[in-house]
């Protein structure tokens, strides 16, 4: 029901915006702007899902290896103590676990396209044990918000960026980024388990601060090296664990005697299905970002931040950056497009170009994700999805304007 409201409200809002700048400021064009969105938006999200058919083919072909291979079961098993906690509706041991963990690992290192595939894989099974079969359970809010959070500990892509658009350091927005995705991931974690009333023992607490210790490993591995090595060091490490990955799942499908190839194909075939399936769902919600952007809705809401900071005498040098915070939950695309666009306007050294890049790294697209995970499995009622995930992308945004003012 949120979603739904949400997605009404974009047009509405839009069509209110543009009403007064017609009547205020003869923009005229505004409303053809609008309704030229709608058609360009609905093409991208036809092409954004036909695009994801080979991917998902791709990962969902290997997750039946692994599957057949013995490789879920296994990390099913290791993974129940903890996981038999985050998720209860799930029972103690289950496949979902496997899917759940490589979704996960596969953010963490900035893999979205690898992310994506398991991640619905994850959301199938978790249907087939939901009760109501419209309505998002426990489990999968769970899953949703950390998925939301964005918790990444090699931001590939935004060293990319940053290099491409001349930065001198393009890896010095690294370890700030890793801190403000971990307090983004902590924030949707405590509040959903808040909400489920999910009790912190002994295995939770080993857990955050097991995943606390990592992200201080990540930080002292990297801070000792030189920043012009950061990126190509990260980069040649995500690719690295993503083929050794597609070997192990190919060897224990040959220990298991497995016909890998038969296996592959077999899986494969559920991703063109699953493109097929998301489909209206991305339509709907890329159109009704694209209608809210197109009116104006959002510089209006960027300068009306950035003018109550300026009036409370506040710094006001990451308003800038802010569009890019804004349209991160709404658009992955639109969030890029924004942050390389503050770069281009600022300078990639800038305060603000860094501060685009932290907002771009900090959270996850949560309309986006909410959209494919729950539309692949046809859920309607998403419960408190929206506000967990939207909670954990305001604690993203905080800590990224804390921590950059505190790095540069």
């Not at 409370?312 to 040098?317: C, H, Q």
């Amino acid at each position: 029901m949120v979603l739904n409201w949400i997605w009404i409200a974009f047009f509405m809002i839009a069509f209110v915006v543009a009403l007064a700048q017609l009547v205020f400021t003869g923009s005229a064009d505004v409303f053809q702007q609008i309704m030229d969105s709608t058609f360009s938006s609905a093409k991208t999200g036809f092409e954004v899902s036909l695009g994801l058919t080979g991917v998902l083919s791709l990962w969902l072909g290997m997750m039946k290896i692994a599957e057949k291979g013995g490789v879920v079961d296994l990390l099913s098993k290791w993974l129940s103590p903890l996981f038999s906690r985050l998720f209860p509706g799930i029972p103690k041991g289950d496949e979902a676990y496997g899917s759940i963990f490589m979704n996960l690992a596969a953010n963490m290192l900035g893999l979205d396209n690898a992310a994506t595939p398991m991640g619905l894989k994850a959301m199938q099974r978790m249907q087939e044990l939901n009760q109501d079969k419209e309505t998002a359970s426990d489990s999968m809010i769970m899953f949703l918000v950390l998925n939301t959070s964005g918790l990444t500990l090699i931001p590939v892509s935004i060293l990319v960026y940053r290099a491409q658009m001349g930065a001198a350091q393009p890896a010095d927005v690294f370890l700030p980024i890793l801190l403000a995705t971990f307090f983004s991931t902590m924030a949707g974690l405590l509040v959903t388990c808040a909400v489920q009333k999910i009790r912190f023992d002994k295995v939770l607490a080993a857990f955050v601060g097991g995943l606390a210790m990592l992200v201080a490993a990540v930080l002292w591995a990297f801070s000792s090296m030189p920043q012009v090595k950061i990126g190509t060091v990260s980069t040649s490490i995500a690719n690295i664990l993503l083929f050794l990955i597609i070997i192990l799942f190919m060897l224990a499908g040959i220990r298991a005697k497995v016909n890998v190839y038969d296996a592959f194909v077999e899986g494969a075939k559920e991703g063109f299905q699953t493109a097929v399936r998301i489909i209206p769902y991305l339509v709907a919600i890329l159109v009704g970002v694209g209608v809210f952007r197109a009116s104006g809705a959002m510089d209006w809401i960027t300068d009306g931040i950035g003018w109550t900071v300026r009036h409370l005498g506040m710094d006001d040098s990451f308003v800038p950056a802010l569009p890019t915070a804004l349209m991160k939950p709404l658009s992955g695309s639109g969030a890029r497009g924004l942050m390389i666009d503050t770069m281009t306007a600022y300078g990639a050294d800038s305060f603000a170009g860094r501060m685009a890049c932290m907002f771009q790294g900090s959270t996850d697209t949560t309309f986006y994700i909410l959209a494919v995970y729950f539309g692949s499995v046809g859920i309607r009622n998403t419960r408190y999805a929206v506000a967990c995930g939207l909670l954990a992308d305001l604690a993203g945004i905080i800590s990224a304007i804390l921590l950059a003012n505190l790095f540069f």
